[in-house]
């Protein structure tokens, strides 16, 4: 998508503990009467809102955090009980300027994309100066600790970004981690943050262990 098609005025689905990234899908299960409207309206104009994180779970209008990700709905499903099994697929990230009146029952607001503009571009591992090979090496030991199964092998076939990325939005990382991953700009920074919470996760596991 070329950057003077994105919306600057766009709706909000806020989900705690549920970050995703361009390049990313997101399956959603859709069944709040708020963004059972919210799914409506997109799908007639251009099947784009984005996502971000509130700042805590209570109320119907939590202060969010000023950084999400704009995805473009790619699958979409309604089951008899009048819900929407979706997938959104991430398109750009996005700084919030100012929430519109509400006029909806969900959220509008204006955002702001020029921070994140390379998210539009192709990313090649050959021009990133990073050990790919030794943050997979940590993640293989992060996962078999938590009993989690993942294809290890498919995971190697990732790129840096898309690695980083689907490693953000499938582990059990807090609000604020998930928050700072999803903040930075460049692959190799992001990376860095990861392999810090990945290697802190592994020593709490051996301390855990060790206490036992």
Known sequence: MKKNNLPNKISIFPLSEAIFFPRTILPLNIFEDRYIQLINDCMKENRMFGMVQPKTKFGNMPEVYDTGCLGKVVSFNETNDRRFIISLSGIIRFRIKREFKKEK?????????????????EKNDQKINYDKKNLLNKLKIFFQKMNYPIDYNEYAKLDLDNLVNTVAMISPFSVEEKQKLIETIKVEDKAKILDEIISFGILNFQDNKTLQ
């Open 105 to 121: 029952l969900y959220r509008i607001f204006e955002v702001d994309y020029s921070e994140f503009l390379t998210d539009l571009e």
